[in-house]
T-cell receptor, first 115, second 112 residues
Framework: AQSVTQLDSHVSVSEGTPVLLRCNYS??????LFWYVQHPNKGLQLLLK??????LVKGINGFEAEFKKSETSFHLTKPSAHMSDAAEYFC?????????????FGGGTRLMVKP | DADVTQTPRNRITKTGKRIMLECSQT?????MYWYRQDPGLGLQLIYY???????NKGEISDGYSVSRQAQAKFSLSLESAIPNQTALYFC???????????FGPGTRLTVL
């Protein structure tokens, strides 16, 4: 079984300051891990994906995430927040053993960016 | 044009009504999925289909049914809508060569 825990339901930062969105996962096999972003009234957009290559994954819009197997974590970071980063972010795990590549979603973290 | 489209984008209906949500894709993917999103719960899988002749229940299929009319079309039906089915519904597509899924813009359904 696989599961995902996003440790903060809401994160508030000031524009220009760093962003850290925390994610811990549980998977009995080597997982794929994703971060998706959902802007208000929009669908989910893939930010980045980890699939056992480099542990530091770079995504779109300046975001990156580091896979730490020993800590079962996949935290999302950005050096400097922009107002347009305000959105909901989902950490997602896929156990690549299962035939359907089913995704398990975390509960989401709402990022607020203050001017 | 968007690769994954959903219609309608918004729908308000009454308890007991039958509702159909439609999804179409131009990505050429075999796999299609329906999810619902509730605040604080992320997305939960309702049904999924690996090809036209394959339909599978997800975590929360009770009260829902689906139809895969073609490779590109996957519809979700609520036979008799109830208020706790008020949610945001997403369709997604994928292929057997990758575990990445691609999502539509969502349908906001309100059941009064």
């Amino acid at each position: 079984a696989q599961s995902v825990t996003q440790l903060d339901s809401h994160v508030s930062v000031s524009e220009g300051t760093p962003v850290l969105l925390r994610c811990n996962y549980s998977s009995s096999y080597s997982p794929s891990l994703f971060w998706y972003v959902q802007h208000p009234n929009k669908g989910l957009q893939l930010l980045l994906k980890y699939t056992s290559a480099a542990t530091l994954v770079k995504g779109i819009n300046g975001f990156e995430a580091e896979f730490k197997k020993s800590e079962t974590s996949f935290h999302l970071t950005k050096p400097s927040a922009h107002m347009s980063d305000a959105a909901e972010y989902f950490c997602v795990v896929s156990d690549r053993r299962n035939a359907g590549n089913m995704l398990t979603f975390g509960g989401g973290t709402r990022l607020m960016v203050k001017p | 044009d968007a690769d994954v489209t959903q219609t309608p984008r918004n729908r308000i209906t009454k308890t007991g009504k039958r509702i159909m949500l439609e999804c179409s894709q131009t990505k050429g993917h075999d796999r299609m999925y329906w999810y619902r999103q509730d605040p604080g719960l992320g997305l939960q899988l309702i049904y999924y289909s690996f090809d036209v002749k394959d339909i599978n229940k997800g975590e929360i299929s009770d009260g829902y049914s689906v139809s895969r009319q073609a490779q590109a079309k996957f519809s979700l039906s609520l036979e008799s809508a109830i208020p706790n089915q008020t949610a945001l519904y997403f369709c997604a597509t994928g292929s057997d060569s990758t575990d990445t899924q691609y999502f539509g813009p969502g349908t906001r359904l309100t059941v009064l």
